[in-house]
């Protein structure tokens, strides 16, 4: 691992470890980001103190970096930030000052606007499945839960707190053994919906700390213990990552990071993504632990 610093005194800091062999570091640039990194408009009179810095020894400058803050949207402002970037390297360049390798384009940076690559990219959501792109990223993230219990209800019977949900008519509910505590969004209370067996199984009502109820009215493949599929594939339907992310008013990365730590992770090592879900939630089917 290489550290970003964001300024000079987290440069000295780094210089200062006792190692024997200097610390490799990248140095960001702020170019519009604007919450941390040494000003692009100001590089002449910080490029003295780093060129010293380095001179010194105890830090190796091994990037120069900044951040794209609009890739993903129309507008001018990616090219901008670049050319600023541009600037601040040019003044670095001639104070005798190596910039090393040269980066600034996250996922939608790398995808949408050519001529920003520079030396190294660095993907993010893209790397997991998120962003509407071209080409479009692998689906690697799923979410999966199990059915806890089926009960049949009357029409009248309301469903979860606040009793927002009420049955129209005669129906069939499932519980599901995931909620809040685990991530599942709040905003996804009536809203949202599972595929079991894949079929969809529209959210009754608000979800729970540690459950939601879906409605599987009409269908008598659905049993306890049973896997649902709250992001993901199943069948040839799926739940994507960018409808979840509408449906709670906010981005992909705050759906994935939002994933608690009740949920267990496995890892796979994917080949045909779609093929080895599938694979995933066939062995997950026989996996009936306590039910």
Same mark, same amino acid.
């Given at each position: 691992?290489?550290? !970003? ?11 200062? &470890?006792? =190692? ?5 570091? &990248?140095?960001?640039?702020?170019? =519009?980001?604007? #919450? ?31 951040? *794209? ?14 050319? #600023? ?7 670095? #360049? ?8 040269? &980066? ?8 949408? &606007? ?59 509910? !499932? ?52 896997? !649902? ?61 306590? *039910?």
């Amino acid at each position: 691992l290489e550290p !970003a610093v964001p300024g000079l005194e987290a440069l000295r800091a780094c210089a200062a &470890h006792t =190692g024997t062999e200097p610390l490799s570091v &990248h140095l960001e640039v702020d170019t =519009g980001m604007g #919450r941390w990194g040494l000003r692009w408009d100001q590089a002449a009179e910080w490029v003295p103190e780093l060129a010293a810095v380095l001179e010194a020894g105890g830090a190796r400058l091994t990037g120069t970096m900044s951040h *794209f803050h609009s890739a993903d949207r129309p507008g001018d402002a990616t090219e901008t930030q670049w050319v #600023r970037l541009g600037e601040a390297l040019r003044v670095m #360049r001639a104070a005798g000052v190596d910039p090393g390798l040269v &980066h600034a384009a996250n996922s939608a940076g790398a995808l949408l &606007h050519a001529g920003v690559e520079a030396d190294l990219v660095r993907p993010g959501i893209y790397l997991y499945g998120g962003g509407a792109w071209e080409p479009a990223a692998s689906r690697v993230v799923s979410v999966r839960a199990r059915v806890l219990a089926v009960r049949d209800v009357a029409a009248g019977t309301t469903v979860s707190y606040g009793a927002t949900w009420t049955a129209p008519r005669a129906a069939r509910l !499932a519980t599901l053994g995931i909620g809040y505590g685990d991530g599942l969004r709040r905003e996804l209370s009536n809203t949202g919906r599972a595929l079991i067996h894949g079929v969809e199984a529209p959210f009754r009502g608000v979800v729970c700390m540690d459950t939601v109820v879906v409605d599987v009215t009409g269908r008598n493949d659905v049993r306890p213990g049973d896997v !649902a599929t709250i992001l993901g594939k199943d069948g040839g339907a799926r739940i994507g990552l960018e409808e979840m992310a509408r449906q709670c008013g906010t981005i992909d990365y705050e759906i994935l990071t939002g994933l608690g730590p009740r949920l267990a992770r496995v890892e796979l090592d994917y080949g045909d993504a779609d093929a080895d879900e599938d694979l995933v939630l066939a062995a997950l089917e026989t996996i009936r632990d306590g *039910f």
